[in-house]
T-cell receptor
């Protein structure tokens, strides 16, 4: 069965650069969630989208933005990167009304 | 506010021992979902179980079992006859139902090490 696809799997950026993470949800899933997991931390909710509209927002820095496109894939854009942005970024997808979100394998971002 | 507490930061046992991971949650919702995820060293989040707030039946899946007690707001996870491959970080999570979507609040995680 198709799963949530995240790309790239690994990314190394320098401070003050920008990064774009991509998420391709499971087919027919209309809701996407982004989580950030710092080293030794639990995943923290950043933002979610339903039918291309932002549905909820968590502790997402102003330097980050995200959107969901017409094909339901989502991109997380991160600007003016800081060392503290180094983390594992997870995307998850679900159906509207679904009781479970399926996670991708994550993108490991390292800022140097 | 919703909160999940996993008081055990790290647990280390010898292979074949049984081990229980504790999870206590707080929520004002009457309808909610509880989850357990496994995160091996490779980093992915592996779904283990989902339980809704109306189903207090315990569940067993192979060597894994879960004890959901609404009265104590706990959802504990037991691994029987542990194996080295069970070594991972385990997260308990609670859903915030928002317009039918699911936003998860995670506990801090318990790092489980199974020694041969």
């Amino acid at each position: 069965a198709a799963g949530v696809i995240q790309s790239p799997r690994h990314l190394i950026k320098e401070k003050r650069e920008t990064a774009t993470l991509k998420c391709y949800p499971i087919p027919r899933h209309d809701t996407v969630y982004w989580y950030q997991q710092g080293p030794g931390q639990d995943p923290q909710f950043l933002i979610s989208f339903y039918e291309k509209m932002q549905s909820d927002k968590g502790s997402i820095p102003d330097r980050f933005s995200a959107q969901q496109f017409s094909d339901y894939h989502s991109e997380l854009n991160m600007s003016s990167l800081e060392l503290g942005d180094s983390a594992l970024y997870f995307c998850a997808s679900s159906n509207q009304g679904g009781t479970e979100a399926f996670f991708g394998q994550g993108t490991r971002l390292t800022v140097v | 506010a919703q909160k999940v507490t996993q008081a055990q930061t790290e647990i280390s046992v010898v292979e074949k021992e049984d081990v229980t991971l504790d999870c206590v949650y707080e929520t004002r919702d009457t309808t909610y979902y509880l989850f357990w995820y496994k995160q091996p060293p490779s980093g992915e989040l592996v779904f283990l179980i989902r339980r809704n707030s109306f189903d207090e039946q315990n569940e067993i899946s192979g060597r894994y079992s879960w004890n959901f007690q609404k009265s104590t707001s706990s959802f504990n996870f037991t691994i029987t006859a542990s194996q080295v491959v069970d070594s991972a970080v385990y997260f308990c999570a609670l859903s915030e139902t928002l317009q039918g979507a699911q936003k998860l609040v995670f506990g801090q995680g318990t790092r489980l090490t199974i020694n041969p």
